[in-house]
């Protein structure tokens, strides 16, 4: 009688025990949009990064272009003479 009780108090452990997985399970499954709108998140912030990365160096490159262009004209206004 005793072996037979504590089996099935076992069992109702073991039962507990998978309703408790299960909803870890179901919590997990629950969780994958959010990972995924956290991936998403993050690559979408990784790309704007980016973005503007290229845009401060497209910036810069046409300061420097500009900044060439001009020292180029002063070298050949100093050259030619006025007349």
């Not at 401060?56 to 272009?65: P, T």
Request: aromatic share 8%; hydrophobic share 35%; proline share 2%.
């Amino acid at each position: 009688m005793q072996l037979r009780q504590a089996a099935t108090e076992g069992s109702e452990d073991l039962f507990r025990f998978s309703q408790r997985g299960k909803q870890y399970f179901g919590n997990g499954t629950d969780a994958t949009p959010h990972r995924q709108t956290m991936t998403d998140q993050a690559i979408a912030g990784q790309l704007k990064a980016l973005a503007e990365d290229y845009q401060r160096r497209a910036e810069k490159a046409s300061r420097v272009d500009a900044a060439k262009a001009l020292y180029r004209l002063a070298v050949n206004a100093e050259r030619e003479p006025l007349v």
